[in-house]
C-alpha cells in the first residue's frame, strides 16, 4: 500500500508540468530555480507528508492549491518575462517552493509599477525647475539690489555736491612758492632756472596723471618726466630763442612716439588703451611745454610768475564765479604792473603781459578742479598747472612786449 501513495503523489505532478507551459508569459516556476538552489531547505517538507499513511488522499490538495496559485497571480507575469528564457523543469517536484517565490514575485510587482515611479519622477522634475526658479530668482534679485547699493555708495559721495571743487587756498600758498623760486632764479640764468622748471615739470606729470584717474601710473609718469628733462637738455644746448619751438615739438614727437610704442604692448582693453595713449601724450606735452619757461627773457619771467601767484591766490576767495574771475584777473595784472616797477617795466606793457598771463592761470585752475578733484590733485595740478598753462603767454607775451 506504500508503493501506490509515492504513485499517487507523482500522478499529480505531471499536470503542474503543462501548467506553466500552458502559459507562456507565466514565470512562476522560473524564479523557483534559483529558490531551490539557494534555499535546500524545501526538501525536508516531503517527509512529513508520508508520515500519515491515510493522508494519501489529501495530499494532492496540497498540490491543488499551488495550482491556484499560479491562476490567480497571472499579472504578475508578463513583468517576470525576463526569466523565461531560463525554463527549468527540475524545480516541479516542488509545489511549495513555487509558491514561496511566486509571493516574492508579487512583491517585485508594485515595486517595479512604472506608474509610481513615474509620478514621483514627475514631481521632482516639476520640484526641480521650481528649484531653480527659486534659486535663479533670488540670484537675480541679489545683484540687482547689490547693484544699486554699490551705485549708491559709488554715486552717494562724489555727487553730494557740485563736480567742479577749486584748489583752495593750500595749493595756492604752494604755488605762490614756486612761483617766487621762478622769479627769483630767473635773474640768475638758465641753469638755476632749470632747477625750479624740474620740480615744476614733476608736479605737471603727476598731477595729470592723477588728475585723469590714472594712479598708479609710475612709467607715464616717469616717461612724460624724461620727456621734460630731453626738453630742458636741448633748451640748454642750442643757442637763441629761435630755435625754442623746434627743440619743443621734437622732444615731444619722440617721446609720445616712444609712448604710444609702449601702449601696444598693453594687454587691456581697447578703450584702456586709448585712454592710456591720450593721458600719455597730454603729460608728455605739458610736460614739454613747462620747459619753455627756460628760454624765456627773465623779466618775463619775473612778471608772469608775479601774475599767477596773484591770480592764484585772488582766486581761491570765496566769492561768486564771475566776481572771482574779475578780480583774479585784476589781481594778475595788478601783480605783473608792481613786479614791472622792480625791472624798469612799462605799466602798460607788464599790465597787458599780467593779464594774459592769468588768464593761462585761471584756466589752469579750472581743469584742476574738474570731476571731483582729491587733495593729491589739488596740490600736484592745482600747483603746476597754472604755471604750466602760463607759459606760452609767458615766452609769446615776453618776446612781443618786452
Do not use: K
Request: aromatic share 4%; charged share 5%.
Amino acid at each position: 500500500m506504500a508503493q501506490p501513495q509515492p504513485q499517487q503523489t507523482a500522478q499529480p505532478q505531471p499536470p503542474h508540468q503543462p501548467q506553466p507551459y500552458a502559459h507562456p508569459g507565466a514565470a512562476g516556476p522560473l524564479p523557483p530555480e534559483h529558490h531551490p538552489r539557494s534555499q535546500p531547505m524545501p526538501q525536508p517538507q516531503p517527509h512529513p507528508a508520508p508520515h500519515p499513511p491515510a493522508g494519501s488522499q489529501p495530499q494532492p490538495q496540497p498540490y491543488a492549491q499551488p495550482h491556484a496559485h499560479p491562476h490567480q497571480q497571472p499579472p504578475p507575469q508578463p513583468h517576470a518575462t525576463p526569466y523565461a528564457p531560463q525554463p527549468h523543469p527540475q524545480a516541479q517536484g516542488h509545489p511549495q517552493a513555487q509558491a514561496q517565490p511566486q509571493a516574492p514575485q508579487a512583491q517585485p510587482h508594485p515595486q517595479s509599477q512604472p506608474h509610481p515611479q513615474a509620478a514621483p519622477g514627475g514631481v521632482a522634475t516639476a520640484a526641480a525647475p521650481a528649484a531653480p526658479a527659486g534659486a535663479a530668482a533670488p540670484a537675480a534679485g541679489t545683484p540687482g539690489t547689490a547693484a544699486p547699493a554699490a551705485a549708491t555708495s559709488r554715486g552717494a559721495r562724489p555727487r553730494t555736491g557740485s563736480p567742479i571743487i577749486p584748489p583752495g587756498f593750500p595749493s595756492a600758498g604752494v604755488t605762490t612758492v614756486l612761483a617766487a623760486l621762478l622769479a627769483a632764479t630767473a635773474p640768475l640764468g638758465q641753469g638755476a632756472l632749470t632747477a625750479a622748471v624740474v620740480l615744476l615739470q614733476a608736479l605737471t606729470a603727476a598731477g595729470w596723471y592723477r588728475l585723469n584717474g590714472m594712479w598708479p601710473a609710475r612709467q607715464g609718469i616717469a616717461l612724460a618726466f624724461v620727456a621734460g628733462l630731453s626738453a630742458d637738455a636741448g633748451l640748454l644746448l642750442t643757442d637763441g630763442p629761435g630755435s625754442t619751438p623746434t627743440v619743443l615739438i621734437g622732444a615731444a614727437g619722440v617721446w609720445c612716439v616712444l609712448s604710444l610704442v609702449l601702449q601696444l604692448r598693453n594687454n587691456s582693453s581697447p578703450d584702456e588703451r586709448l585712454y592710456a595713449v591720450t593721458a600719455g601724450f597730454a603729460a608728455t606735452g605739458l610736460t614739454v611745454l613747462a620747459a619753455g619757461v627756460i628760454p624765456a627773457e627773465p623779466e618775463a619771467v619775473t612778471l608772469g610768475a608775479a601774475a599767477v601767484a596773484g591770480a592764484a591766490l585772488l582766486r581761491a576767495v570765496p566769492l561768486p564765479a564771475v566776481l572771482s574771475l574779475l578780480i583774479a584777473l585784476a589781481a594778475a595784472a595788478g601783480a605783473a604792473v608792481g613786479a614791472a616797477q622792480l625791472n624798469g617795466v612799462e605799466n602798460l606793457d607788464a599790465a597787458l603781459l599780467g593779464a594774459g598771463v592769468g588768464v593761462c592761470a585761471l584756466v589752469g585752475l579750472r581743469v584742476a578742479s574738474y570731476d571731483w578733484p582729491s587733495r593729491f590733485v589739488h596740490m600736484t595740478a592745482g600747483v603746476a598747472l597754472p604755471l604750466t598753462l602760463a607759459t606760452p603767454a609767458l615766452h609769446i607775451l615776453g618776446n612781443v612786449l618786452l
